[in-house]
């Protein structure tokens, strides 16, 4: 089955500290990965995708398909990245997203 | 330019009434999806347009749900006999490549429905 996992609901930290958000899947395929956001009332919006391999607002995120993740890291956090985060997986050649159920990042002075 | 447009942005309606979402996507764009998001929940997809054709409803939970897109722009998300677990966030997204890898999906705002 296709599915894919964030364990944590919350993960509050300071500003400064490092940030990990952490993103399993399970799918048999060749996996497409995608992290988007949320800020507060603001449309859902992609943060970054796993083939462009690049960093957004300090965002990273690796994929490891021997450990079939995809976590996404900030060695600085900011209270701006203050948001709800939801990893997702592209299905096939089909073009629909099966998303996570998403992690609260929060972020205190 | 305009980005993906959902109407209305709140409905509430009562048990047993007919609803329909409507999404205008970023013009141009080939590809349409629906996601349904519950209370804590990720979004889940519900289907998706290519141009004007369903290519898949899978995610529809059941006869009550239908979607349509007739021109291959503005689609409607029609919900028959709303029950109270329809409540959710719908959201609406649009895409400008077709089965393409790397693709963005732009999302709109979402219409929060709730059954009374």
């Known amino acids: 089955a296709q599915r894919v996992t964030q364990p944590e609901k919350l993960l509050s930290v300071f500003k400064g500290a490092p940030v990990e958000l952490k993103c399993n899947y399970s799918?048999?395929?060749?996996?497409?990965l995608f992290w988007y956001v949320q800020y507060s009332r603001q449309r859902l919006q992609l943060l970054l995708r796993?083939?462009s391999r690049e960093s957004i607002k300090g965002f990273t995120a690796d994929l490891n398909k021997g450990e079939t993740s995809f976590h996404l890291k900030k060695p600085f956090a900011q209270e701006e990245d203050s948001a709800m985060y939801y990893c997702?997986?592209?299905?096939?050649?089909?073009?629909?997203?099966?998303f996570g159920k998403g992690t609260k990042l929060s972020v205190k002075p | 330019g305009a980005g993906v447009s959902q109407s209305p942005r709140y409905k509430v309606t009562k048990r047993g009434q007919d609803v329909a979402l409507r999404c205008d996507p970023i013009?141009?764009?080939?590809?349409l999806y629906w996601y349904r998001q519950a209370l804590g929940q990720g979004p889940e997809f519900l289907t998706y347009?290519?141009?004007?054709?369903?290519?898949?409803k899978s995610g529809l939970p059941n006869d009550r749900f239908s979607a349509e897109r007739p021109e291959g722009s503005i689609s409607t998300l029609t919900i028959q006999r709303t029950e109270q677990r329809d409540s959710a966030m719908y959201r609406c997204?649009?895409?400008?490549?077709?089965?393409?890898?790397?693709?963005?999906?732009?999302f709109g705002p979402g219409t929060r429905l709730t059954v009374t």
């Open positions: 997702a997986l592209r299905r096939g050649s089909q073009g629909n997203l099966i």
């Open positions: 347009f290519n141009y004007e054709a369903q290519q898949d």
């Open positions: 997204a649009s895409s400008s490549r077709v089965g393409a890898g790397g693709y963005e999906q732009y």
């Open positions: 799918y048999s395929g060749s996996p497409e």
């Open positions: 013009s141009g764009h080939v590809s």
């Open positions: 796993h083939i």
